[in-house]
């Protein structure tokens, strides 16, 4: 089964993390199918960028989002404007 969730990247006390597709079995930062977009929690960078026709390709697959990544998604949708 595939789920979407966060993978850990950047340096110690300063985590950027990637919205990825992987298999369940494969470890948080392992193998992954798909990059799907990226989180910046911290810093003067802070935001999140998300590939949403890609995360809404997998989720019809029958992928699962993570409790995470279904806020995020979501904050994506809620900020983004109906008509553009």
């Known amino acids: 089964m595939v789920s979407i969730r966060l993978a850990r990247h950047g340096a110690k006390k300063a985590p ?10 494969a470890p948080r930062d392992g193998r992954f199918i ?15 960028n998300l590939k949403l026709d890609r995360i809404d390709y997998w989720l ?3 992928a699962k989002a993570t ?3 279904a806020r995020l998604v979501k904050q994506v949708r809620n900020a983004t404007p109906a008509d553009a």
Do not use: S
């Open 16 to 25: 950027v993390y990637r919205v990825v597709a992987a298999d369940v079995r």
């Open 60 to 62: 019809g697959q029958g």
């Open 67 to 69: 409790d995470a990544v």
């Open 34 to 48: 798909e990059i799907l977009g990226t989180y910046t929690a911290t810093g003067t960078n802070a935001g999140v």
